[in-house]
Structure formats: structure tokens, C-alpha cells
């Protein structure tokens, strides 16, 4: 290939080009985190399979149009957060969030036929275009758990908030609040919002700036700002629980007797709502003061599968989804170790080029056995070898020579008594197994 004069230039002259850094908002996971995401990610599947979930992975680009629908256009997400893709045909973009494309994928395949309800979990990417800061990022991770279908039952509402609860117990993670509040449905939240808006209309020249715009587009998230003034005028303002149908009210007293019969416990909070237009009734929110933020939320959807379906469809939904960068900040933040990778307990030690070409081929052998075996081929001497061994304190360590090679045997040391044996190199396996 040919390069461009002006690279060509700049590579003669030596000139120094900025370093590449990771684009803003997005970070690299490091072998040395690793260990509290394998713990999450584990706790997550148990979790899942306990509870009888089944796994579902969509993909990471939708239609923009899912969210458009799904989340709401006066939302913050699908307002200015979504990252569109530059395609020729059509308008796509990364994933905000998670629960719609669930509820695309089980509409689109007709995944009522699994039985009633539908118990759904995932892990993966989100994206969002927001102002990174102390645990929020422009791509973060969520495992989130869905139970679709299953008319509405309170019930499934109370499973879904002890499942979040039961991931971050299982995490260790303490000092968790559990933040919980009905919004009503179609029927109800138009009078509440009606009572919103009056209340804020008096208010609105001392509102903030997103919050004017709220006031016209979304008012229930005025209730979300974090602003000085605008958090005043929320302790007065008009509580949604006053203006619940009866329907609504029964449903989340049936929330709450179930929540209660399991001993979990929780706070009433008359303000909270999320930031997505989908939820309907119960929402939840699971707080740790600690870090001042919310490790997961969620709450009953039940309109999302008509707005996906874009007919009229009796899809009644709950679900919970938490935030594993948050999850893992937690844990560290509370001195909660994580999950190590297995440990190895053998170590083959190999001298000289013809132990060095036949150690792969040995390798295998311990391979088939189940046997995890670590090696450092690229070195040389015994000492570094053995002193690497030391490091990883292994059980055993196979010493591999000419000697060893041309007599077809092995020594198998201890490493913490020291004591060495030779042993045929087609036994070798077996004796290792002897001894672990
Ligand atoms: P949401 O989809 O907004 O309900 O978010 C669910 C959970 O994902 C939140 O409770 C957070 O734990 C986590 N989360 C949401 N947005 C971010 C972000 N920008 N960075 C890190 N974690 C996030």
C-alpha cells in the first residue's frame, strides 16, 4: 500500500504523534479488576439460574426508532444520549439500554410460547452520551433480569425486587436502600402529571433550564433534577401515591404485602421516578448513600411491548437491571474482595532446547487430565524458573531436563518440603494426580 506524502514526511522528520488514549467516558477493564467483575458476572448466572431465568443476548446496534418508541422521546437518553452510527440505510444506534430490545426480541419471535411469564435475563454494554463523572460512564455494563407476561401480577413485581436485592447480598455489598414507589398507569398519572404541571407552572421562572424544557416535554423527571432550587420545590410538590386509581393503589399494597411476607426491607420514597417514560406502576431503586448513587432500578412496563409491537398487545412486564461498574465500586469501595482465576498447582520447569520442545506436548497431557499447569518456556535458567514457581505457589514442580529427556523421565519436586522424585515420563500424569 502506498502512504500518503504527508505520513511519509512526518515519519522522516520522527515527528512524535499524541499518545492514543481510550475516547472519553469509556475505560479499559484491567487484568488487575478483573477478579470483582468474574465475581459479579458469577453471581449474576447463579442468581439467574436459582431464580430459573433463561439468558438472552440481543444485539449491541437497534434501530433508533426501539428507543424512540420504546424509552420516549422526552427522555434524556433518547433526547441527546444516543449515539447514532453513520450508515447508508438505516438509522441506527448503540444500545442505551436494555429492556426494549428484550421486549423487541420477545415480540419479534413470538417468545410467549416459553410459558407464562417469560423469565429473561442478560449482561452487557450500554451506551449513552452523558458527562462522565465518579461512576457514570458512556459505556457501562448491566445484568438485568425480566419477567415477561404473567398478567401483572404483584407478585412478580415483589420476585424481581428481591432478586436485585438477593445480587447484592450475594455481592456482599451492604448498606443498600431499597427505594420503591408506584407511578400510576394510563388511567391515573395523567391526573397526577395535570397536578404536576399546575404545581410547576407557578414555579417555572425559577426553575432550572432542563427543567423549563421538562416542564413542557416529560414533567414527572423534574422530580429526577439534582439541582439546589429545583430539589427545594420538590418537597412541596404534589405526591403521586395521593392520585392512584384503585386498581393501581391494590397493586402495590399486593407489592408491598409480598415484600413484606419475605422480610425484605424497603423505603417508601413518594418522589422517585426514572428516567425512562416505559415504567408503569411499581418502580424501584436500589441506593447506597455511601457512593450517593443508585446500583440498579427498574420497575413494571407494561406498555413497552404494544409501543415495540406498534399494536395494540397485552404484554405485562417487571424487571430490574443493575449496574456492574457500580456493583464492582461498591464491593471495592467496602473491602469485598473478588473472585481470583483458578490457581494453578503444578509448574513445569524446563532446561535446555530439547525439554523446551518437548514441554508443549506434556502440556497437553495434563491438559486432558484436567490439570492445570503453568510454564514460563521463554526462560532459561532454573532459578528464575523455580523462584517464578515460588511466586505462584504451586503445590508441585515438574523438572524437565536433557537428562530427564534423554532417560524419557520426570522430577516431580514439592515445593514446600523440597523433596524431589524421578518418575517415568508416561506416569507422570498419574503421579501428579497422586499427589494434588
Ligand atoms: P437505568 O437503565 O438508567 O435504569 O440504569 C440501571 C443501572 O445501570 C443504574 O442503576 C446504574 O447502576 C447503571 N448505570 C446507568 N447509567 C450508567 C452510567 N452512565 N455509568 C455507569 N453505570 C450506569
Known amino acids: 500500500?502506498?502512504?500518503?506524502?504527508?505520513?511519509?514526511?512526518?515519519?522522516?522528520?520522527?515527528?512524535?504523534?499524541?499518545?492514543?488514549?481510550?475516547?472519553?467516558?469509556?475505560?479499559?477493564?484491567?487484568?488487575?479488576?478483573?477478579?470483582?467483575?468474574?465475581?459479579?458476572?458469577?453471581?449474576?448466572?447463579?442468581?439467574?439460574?436459582?431464580?430459573?431465568?433463561?439468558?438472552?443476548?440481543?444485539?449491541?446496534?437497534?434501530?433508533?426508532?426501539?428507543?424512540?418508541?420504546?424509552?420516549?422521546?422526552?427522555?434524556?437518553?433518547?433526547?441527546?444520549?444516543?449515539?447514532?452510527?453513520?450508515?447508508?440505510?438505516?438509522?441506527?444506534?448503540?444500545?442505551?439500554?436494555?429492556?426494549?430490545?428484550?421486549?423487541?426480541?420477545?415480540?419479534?419471535?413470538?417468545?410467549?410460547?416459553?410459558?407464562?411469564?417469560?423469565?429473561?435475563?442478560?449482561?452487557?454494554?450500554?451506551?449513552?452520551?452523558?458527562?462522565?463523572?465518579?461512576?457514570?460512564?458512556?459505556?457501562?455494563?448491566?445484568?438485568?433480569?425480566?419477567?415477561?407476561?404473567?398478567?401483572?401480577?404483584?407478585?412478580?413485581?415483589?420476585?424481581?425486587?428481591?432478586?436485585?436485592?438477593?445480587?447484592?447480598?450475594?455481592?456482599?455489598?451492604?448498606?443498600?436502600?431499597?427505594?420503591?414507589?408506584?407511578?400510576?398507569?394510563?388511567?391515573?398519572?395523567?391526573?397526577?402529571?395535570?397536578?404536576?404541571?399546575?404545581?410547576?407552572?407557578?414555579?417555572?421562572?425559577?426553575?432550572?433550564?432542563?427543567?423549563?424544557?421538562?416542564?413542557?416535554?416529560?414533567?414527572?423527571?423534574?422530580?429526577?433534577?439534582?439541582?439546589?432550587?429545583?430539589?427545594?420545590?420538590?418537597?412541596?410538590?404534589?405526591?403521586?401515591?395521593?392520585y392512584l386509581c384503585s386498581g393501581c393503589r391494590n397493586h402495590f399494597k399486593g407489592v408491598l404485602e409480598y415484600l413484606d411476607e419475605v422480610g425484605l426491607v424497603y423505603v417508601l420514597t413518594p418522589h422517585l421516578v426514572r428516567g425512562l417514560d416505559y415504567y408503569n406502576r411499581t418502580v424501584v431503586e436500589f441506593f447506597i448513600e455511601e457512593l450517593g448513587i443508585a446500583l440498579g432500578g427498574g420497575g413494571r412496563y407494561d406498555y413497552l411491548g404494544e409501543l415495540v409491537a406498534g399494536r395494540r398487545m397485552d404484554v405485562p412486564a417487571v424487571g430490574v437491571s443493575l449496574g456492574m461498574e457500580r456493583m464492582v465500586a461498591a464491593m471495592q469501595a467496602q473491602g469485598t474482595s473478588g473472585r481470583e482465576r483458578p490457581k494453578a498447582r503444578v509448574f513445569l520447569v524446563q532446561i535446555g532446547e530439547e525439554a523446551k520442545r518437548k514441554a508443549l506436548g506434556l502440556i497437553e497431557k495434563f491438559r486432558e487430565a484436567n490439570i492445570k499447569v503453568i510454564e514460563s518456556l521463554g526462560r532459561e535458567s532454573l532459578k528464575s524458573q523455580l523462584r517464578l514457581a515460588d511466586r505462584e505457589e504451586v503445590d508441585l514442580a515438574l523438572l524437565f531436563g536433557q537428562r530427564e529427556v534423554f532417560e524419557g523421565t520426570v522430577i516431580i519436586r514439592d515445593m514446600k518440603s523440597g523433596v524431589q522424585e524421578t518418575v517415568p515420563l508416561e506416569k507422570v500424569v498419574e503421579e501428579v494426580k497422586r499427589r494434588l
Not at 183 to 207: A, F, T
Open 1 to 242: 500500500m502506498r502512504k500518503s506524502a504527508k505520513k511519509v514526511s512526518k515519519e522522516k522528520k520522527g515527528g512524535a504523534q499524541p499518545l492514543l488514549q481510550s475516547a472519553k467516558g469509556m475505560r479499559d477493564i484491567l487484568p488487575e479488576e478483573q477478579a470483582w467483575w468474574r465475581r459479579v458476572r458469577e453471581a449474576g448466572e447463579e442468581i439467574a439460574d436459582f431464580y430459573n431465568f433463561m439468558r438472552i443476548d440481543t444485539p449491541i446496534v437497534e434501530r433508533a426508532e426501539l428507543f424512540e418508541r420504546g424509552v420516549g422521546s422526552g427522555t434524556d437518553i433518547v433526547e441527546k444520549e444516543m449515539y447514532f452510527l453513520k450508515t447508508r440505510g438505516d438509522r441506527l444506534v448503540l444500545r442505551p439500554e436494555g429492556t426494549a430490545p428484550v421486549i423487541r426480541a420477545y415480540v419479534e419471535h413470538g417468545l410467549s410460547r416459553l410459558g407464562q411469564p417469560v423469565k429473561l435475563y442478560y449482561t452487557g454494554p450500554m451506551f449513552r452520551h452523558e458527562q462522565p463523572q465518579a461512576g457514570r460512564y458512556r459505556e457501562h455494563n448491566q445484568v438485568g433480569f425480566e419477567i415477561v407476561g404473567g398478567e401483572g401480577d404483584p407478585l412478580y413485581d415483589a420476585q424481581s425486587i428481591v432478586i436485585g436485592a438477593r445480587l447484592l447480598h450475594a455481592l456482599k455489598i451492604k448498606k443498600i436502600i431499597v427505594r420503591l414507589n408506584s407511578i400510576g398507569c394510563r388511567v391515573c398519572r395523567p391526573v397526577y402529571r395535570r397536578k404536576l404541571v399546575d404545581y410547576y407552572r407557578r414555579l417555572e421562572s425559577k426553575l432550572c433550564k432542563d427543567c423549563k424544557r421538562r416542564l413542557a416535554a416529560n414533567p414527572l423527571r423534574i422530580l429526577d433534577c439534582k439541582n439546589e432550587h429545583c430539589l427545594e420545590f420538590k418537597a412541596r410538590a404534589p405526591v403521586v401515591m395521593d
